[in-house]
């Protein structure tokens, strides 16, 4: 009793069951969790779906927009690597936005072979020179690929898309003097990239032949003159020569275990229109016209130093014709069938002219005297002269430079002072020159004076005479 009159109601008629309806808020509650719980089920997999999609779109948007891949990019680099010309090549060419690179894409494009560029247009040199030549190769319908040649998906890509026939390896990190300062980049582009291209090259489903640019470089401390192919190159003077000198026992490894075929071109100071702002003759230049002193270095002894200076347009040929007579890879599936061509040339012009020398041409055609400071070559890697033998590259590759020094300085200087605007100047003087000249026959006619006095009388005896002769 006492347990059942804790259940009466405190008010007549107004009695319920508790235990109902107790059981039916359980019921309620638990329905209510579960709902919740589905609700919550239902809003993770819709936030999970949304991930994915977006992860989807950011993927895919990244593919279309970023620096290579995508519909229209594989369009472009297509059309690039067309070939125009009966039993023409498609040719990978690195560092297309470089000196030489820029000046061979031109040359083979102009032949009608099929032309890809590759450049990461770095900031070793003014990148500024560096766009002005992809936009005279754009201008061609040569288009280049920004990017590293150590990305090895790219090189994947790129050979996806073309069979390239052959490559043109001119991507290389230049310059002696740099490498003191930072020798890092000298590795990851002359020797990580290198092996990275080679990679590429022996797992392609059609080896390419390859052409790659060596240097004169690893001569380094070799005495004997002219340097020939066959002298010492295990003296390098430079971290750069190293380099160069370690890619030639590269290449000859992939040539020798995955049957590509490889030829190794010496350079030997390469000058001409769109050089390379670090080089002397490029320097000089600029520190003439702005009236800065140039620093001349001298040799053991005050023994001027020399170099076999060699103008672009035969180095060009050069490039080309190693092309041309490149033989076939034989390698397949990275897999070796047969031995593979490997050959090394010196290109120069085997006339060596001292920097004195070559800083009086410049002010010959620059028609500015130089204020120079003759100093000893400190240790920084250069070496005291350079002289090619170019009898192997004769013979093989039919190579005849024929432009000597002072024809392809005046053809630089007449190129720098149109591109930096210094012709401009002279064309406004000629301009205001001009228009005194109308000024004082103006006032001679209305003074009815002669043109050489009413000039002396305006601007002085000078306009005076310059009158008297015609202006």
């Not at 519909?71 to 560092?95: D, K, M, P, Y």
């Not at 030549?133 to 280049?144: A, C, H, M, P, V």
């Not at 397949?332 to 006339?351: D, E």
């Not at 055609?365 to 120079?372: E, F, M, P, S």
Request: hydrophobic share 40%; proline share 4%.
């Amino acid at each position: 009793m006492a347990e059942q009159e804790l259940f009466l109601p405190s008010t007549p008629g107004k009695f319920k069951d508790k235990s109902h309806s107790m059981h039916r808020q359980f019921h309620r509650c638990f329905a209510s969790t579960s709902t919740m719980f589905l609700w919550a089920l239902f809003l993770v997999a819709l936030t999970a779906a949304y991930l994915s999609f977006q992860s989807f779109v950011d993927s895919g948007s990244k593919y279309f927009s970023s620096a290579w891949g995508g519909i229209h990019w594989e369009r472009q680099v297509r059309s690039s690597a067309q070939i125009h010309r009966q039993n023409g090549f498609s040719v990978l060419v690195t560092g297309a936005a470089g000196f030489v690179g820029s000046h061979v894409s031109l040359a083979l494009k102009k032949r009608g072979d099929g032309v890809v560029g590759l450049d990461n247009f770095n900031d070793y040199y003014d990148p500024s020179l560096k766009k002005a030549r992809k936009s005279l190769l754009n201008s061609q319908n040569i288009f280049i690929v920004e990017g590293d040649v150590n990305d090895a998906r790219l090189l994947a890509k790129l050979f996806e898309i073309v069979p390239f026939t052959h490559v043109m390896h001119l991507a290389a990190q230049a310059g002696v003097r740099y490498a003191m300062e930072n020798p890092h980049s000298y590795v990851h582009s002359n020797i990580a990239g290198l092996v990275t291209l080679l990679e590429a090259c022996k797992t392609a489903d059609r080896q390419p032949a390859i052409v790659w640019a060596s240097s004169s470089s690893v001569y380094g401390l070799n005495e004997k003159v002219p340097f020939s192919e066959s002298d010492r190159t295990d003296q390098p003077a430079s971290l750069y020569a190293a380099t160069k000198k370690a890619g030639e026992e590269i290449t000859h490894t992939y040539n020798h275990i995955y049957g590509l075929s490889i030829t190794g071109l010496r350079f030997f100071t390469v000058y001409g229109p769109y050089g390379r702002p670090d080089m002397a003759y490029f320097s000089f230049t600029r520190n003439i016209l702005q009236g800065k002193p140039i620093t001349i270095y001298r040799g053991k002894n005050r023994v001027d130093l020399a170099r076999d200076f060699t103008y672009i347009d035969d180095i060009v040929k050069g490039c080309v014709a190693s092309l041309d007579t490149a033989k076939k890879s034989t390698g397949s599936g990275g897999k070796k069938r047969a031995p593979a061509q490997y050959r090394i040339f010196n290109l120069g012009n085997t006339s060596p002219v001292t920097v004195p020398m070559m800083v009086g041409i410049l002010e010959k055609h620059l028609k500015v005297k130089a204020k120079k400071h003759v100093l000893e070559m400190p240790g920084n890697g250069d070496v005291p002269f350079t002289h090619a033998n170019i009898s192997s590259a004769r013979r093989e590759l039919g190579y005849k430079p024929s432009t000597d020094l002072q024809t392809g300085l005046k053809k630089f200087v007449k190129w720098y002072l149109s591109y930096y605007g210094y012709n401009h100047g002279k064309s406004l003087e000629r301009t205001l020159k001009f228009l005194v000249a109308q000024k004082c026959r103006l006032v001679a006619f209305e003074k009815k004076e002669e043109v050489g006095t009413a000039a002396t009388s305006l601007c002085g005896p000078h306009m005076g005479r310059l009158a008297a002769r015609g202006f």
